[in-house]
T-cell receptor
Framework: EDQVTQSPEALRLQEGESSSLNCSYTVSGLRGLFWYRQDPGKGPEFLFTLYSAGEEKEKERLKATLTKKESFLHITAPKPEDSATYLCAVQPNAGNNRKLIWGLGTSLAVNP | DTAVSQTPKYLVTQMGNDKSIKCEQNLGHDTMYWYKQDSKKFLKIMFSYNNKELIINETVPNRFSPKSPDKAHLNLHINSLELGDSAVYFC????????????FGPGTRLTVL
C-alpha cells in the first residue's frame, strides 16, 4: 500500500539551529515528491518537486533532497518566520496518478 | 491576481442545512480538486475534475456533490449537513502531467452547530 510517513511530528528549534525533516515513502513507482509549507489558517503553499533519487532543490534556507526511500527537508539557520507545518506528498506512477498520497506533516516552531 | 480563490472563507451553519462552497482558479490549469482537512491536519482528497470530467471520487457521503461548470471553476454542494462535516475544505488546481504540483486556495472553514 502506498504510504507517506513524516517525522518528527513536531520540532522546536532555536533561531539559527539547523535541522532536517524526514519524509519516508513506500510507493509503487514514484512520479514525483512534493514539499509544501502550511501556515495556520492558510492553504498549503508549494515549495519543491523532486523526481528522482539524488536530486536536490534549494530555496533560501530550505534544501530538499531525495533518495529511493525518503526525502529530507534541510533547514539551515532557521528564522522565526520559518515556523509552519511542512507537508510531504508523493505522486505514484501507477493507478490514478493525479491522486497524491499525503503525510501528516511536521510542525516546526523556531524560537527567536 | 489571486491564483486559487474560494468563497466563503468561513461558514457557520446548523445541522441539516444545505450549503455550497465555490472555487475559481486563474492559473490556466485543467484539473481541480476538493480536499478536507480535519482537526488532525490530515489532507484527505474528496474529488477531482479534469476538464469538467470527474476523475477522482473518493469514499465520500453522497450528501457531497461537486460540480464543475468549466475548467476554471469547481463548486462543492453539501446537503443535510452533519456535525462531522465540520472541517476546513481546500480547493486546489494543477496541470495534468509529470510533477503536476497542486496549488491551493485559502480554505473554507465550515462549522456545523
Amino acid at each position: 500500500e502506498d504510504q507517506v510517513t513524516q517525522s518528527p511530528e513536531a520540532l522546536r528549534l532555536q533561531e539559527g539551529e539547523s535541522s532536517s525533516l524526514n519524509c519516508s515513502y513506500t510507493v509503487s513507482g514514484l512520479r514525483g515528491l512534493f514539499w509544501y509549507r502550511q501556515d495556520p489558517g492558510k492553504g498549503p503553499e508549494f515549495l519543491f518537486t523532486l523526481y528522482s533519487a539524488g536530486e536536490e532543490k534549494e530555496k533560501e534556507r530550505l534544501k530538499a533532497t531525495l533518495t529511493k526511500k525518503e526525502s529530507f527537508l534541510h533547514i539551515t539557520a532557521p528564522k522565526p518566520e520559518d515556523s509552519a507545518t511542512y507537508l510531504c506528498a508523493v505522486q505514484p506512477n501507477a493507478g490514478n496518478n493525479r491522486k497524491l498520497i499525503w503525510g501528516l506533516g511536521t510542525s516546526l516552531a523556531v524560537n527567536p | 491576481d489571486t491564483a486559487v480563490s474560494q468563497t466563503p472563507k468561513y461558514l457557520v451553519t446548523q445541522m441539516g442545512n444545505d450549503k455550497s462552497i465555490k472555487c475559481e482558479q486563474n492559473l490556466g490549469h485543467d484539473t481541480m480538486y476538493w480536499y478536507k482537512q480535519d482537526s488532525k491536519k490530515f489532507l484527505k482528497i474528496m474529488f477531482s475534475y479534469n476538464n469538467k470530467e470527474l476523475i477522482i471520487n473518493e469514499t465520500v457521503p453522497n450528501r457531497f456533490s461537486p460540480k464543475s461548470p468549466d475548467k476554471a471553476h469547481l463548486n462543492l454542494h453539501i446537503n443535510s449537513l452533519e456535525l462531522g462535516d465540520s472541517a476546513v475544505y481546500f480547493c486546489a488546481s494543477s496541470l495534468a502531467g509529470r510533477g503536476s504540483e497542486q496549488f491551493f486556495g485559502p480554505g473554507t472553514r465550515l462549522t456545523v452547530l
